[in-house]
């Protein structure tokens, strides 16, 4: 099964300093039909104006990871973590038994991130966060593993669920294969450049949602940038 999801149906959200859309359910914006897709509950598309951001706010009970697409987002939290993370890197928060964080664009211009909710495998236990740069050279023609919660991914970022989080960037014509179990649940958004999906075309920030496939062969239509959700 798999169902294209484009950009210009989504769930919309513009509060001036964010503009936002949702791929589920989030907020203000309630579809019944797209609650999640097995764990992954959360896939948010957020623009951020320069000098603006999330204020400090609490989460439990769920792993947060956040994709950049564009500038960067300074990160500050209740245990005393601060960082920024910039285009093309990725931070993760399990938010376990409470935290409380804040996110700030501090750049000159638009910061661009995915914001990716995964619901962890157990509730509780004690909060973490970490980032961590993943070079685009690096992921040229193939995926690499950003962040998971799967026995032998030990470079990605570690997170406490049954799922993973995927990047790759392919050039105009270029194939990779992702291949999945047919009982698992896949979601996958072009950052930049347009695809063809098992023969399905996906342009730039649709989400395509899968399962009860083998694999998912993806071709490159313009040079692309691909992140990927493999969740149970």
């Known amino acids: 099964m798999i169902e294209l999801r484009p950009a210009n149906t989504l769930g919309h ?11 589920f359910s989030f907020g203000q914006h309630h579809d019944p039909k797209r609650m999640g897709w097995g764990s992954l509950r959360v896939w948010n598309d957020d623009e951020i104006a320069p000098g603006t951001g999330f204020p400090a706010h609490p989460h439990a009970d769920m792993e947060i990871i956040t994709y950049v697409r564009e500038g960067a987002i300074t990160h500050k939290d209740s245990l005393g973590n601060e960082g920024r993370t910039e285009a093309g890197d990725v931070q993760v928060m399990s938010a376990g038994s409470g935290i409380r ?6 750049e000159a211009e638009t910061t661009r991130i995915f914001q990716i909710w995964i619901l962890p495998d157990a509730l509780g236990g004690a909060p973490a966060w970490g980032a961590k740069p993943f070079p685009k050279d690096d992921r040229s023609g193939r995926f690499v593993t950003l962040a998971s919660g799967i026995a032998g ?15 790759a960037t392919l050039k105009a014509g270029e194939t990779t294969v992702y291949a999945i179990d047919p009982s698992r649940h ?3 958004v072009p950052a930049k450049g347009e695809l063809e999906v098992n023969g399905v075309r996906v ?9 009860e496939v083998t694999e998912l062969r993806i071709t490159a ?12």
């Open 203 to 211: 342009a730039t920030r649709d989400g395509l949602a899968a399962t």
């Open 153 to 167: 991914d030990e470079d990605a970022l570690p997170i406490r669920a049954d799922a993973r989080v995927v990047g």
């Open 221 to 232: 239509l313009s040079d692309a940038e691909v992140v990927l959700v493999d969740a149970a």
């Open 13 to 23: 959200a513009d509060f001036g300093w964010l503009n936002a859309k949702h791929h």
């Open 186 to 188: 896949a979601y996958l």
């Open 101 to 106: 964080h804040a996110e700030y664009n501090l």
